[in-house]
């Protein structure tokens, strides 16, 4: 690994020890669990600025213009609105002593997050889609169509289906269903380019999306039936999700160094 590459490393693994720290421990002392509630918070803001600054590390690899570029960039921009979104959420907890409304201003930047994050997917495989074959666009459609299925019938349908208001039903729908259809967009780039390095970067991507579907159905699932915490398990899906996003950028970035 190249020597400038190993202090984005070495944050990304301290981030994921106190993850499973912060998520994988129940009960102790007062204090304990205090320390853990807030490292929660925490990392809940670092992982996403961490992936923001992966993303705008591979910017650097192309020049201006370059449709790369822009790809990354609107990935940074996005990683970076849902930590603006995690600052906010964490402010009303931490100084104004009570939580978030649902829906709030914080959600405007996670829906921002993956309104981005697919616009970058989707400047992606533009530029890579003719090197997929058609089947496999549509096995990887059908996939989508089918995880998203699941999770309906499983998770949303209850809610959509509830008393709630509307404009709950319209997140709690929209989150996990943009989510689940980045898993097989990212995937899209990471088949074009198979067989070289450059596909590798697009697998920790689909990675991403794939932490983050399952933390949106978790996280609908838990808050509908009062069930959600700050330190709870599901919240470590998060920062995998972030973290891998990171690693795309980062490992993006060395593959063009390399080429």
Wanted: hydrophobic share 60%.
């Amino acid at each position: 690994m190249k020597q400038r590459f190993l202090v984005p490393a070495v944050a990304a693994g301290l981030i994921v020890l106190a993850a499973i720290y912060a998520y994988g421990f129940e009960g102790g002392s007062l204090q304990a669990r205090l320390v853990r509630h807030m490292l929660a918070t925490v990392l809940q803001i670092l992982a996403p600025l961490v992936a923001g600054i992966g993303c705008l590390a591979a910017t650097r690899a192309y020049a201006s213009g370059d449709r790369e570029r822009t790809v990354w960039t609107t990935g940074a921009v996005a990683a970076l609105a849902w930590t603006v979104g995690r600052v906010v959420f964490a402010g009303y907890q931490w100084w104004g002593g009570t939580a978030l409304p649902y829906p709030s201003i914080a959600d405007g930047f996670f829906v921002a997050f993956y309104i981005l994050l697919a616009i970058a997917l989707a400047l992606e495989i533009r530029l890579v889609v003719p090197m997929v074959d058609r089947q496999v666009r549509l096995i990887l459609l059908a996939l989508g169509v089918a995880g998203w299925a699941l999770g309906f019938v499983y998770v949303l349908e209850p809610i959509v289906l509830s008393p709630a208001a509307t404009i709950q039903k319209l997140l709690a729908a929209f989150y996990p269903t943009i989510a689940v259809f980045l898993i097989p967009a990212g995937l899209i780039p990471a088949l074009g380019f198979r067989g070289g390095t450059s596909a590798y970067p697009w697998l920790a991507v689909a990675a991403s999306a794939l932490c983050l579907a399952a933390a949106s159905l978790g996280y609908a699932f838990l808050t509908w039936y009062d069930l959600y915490s700050d330190v709870h398990s599901i919240n470590a899906l998060w920062i995998a999700g972030f973290i891998f996003l990171a690693v795309g950028g980062f490992w993006q970035r060395m593959v063009q160094e390399e080429v």
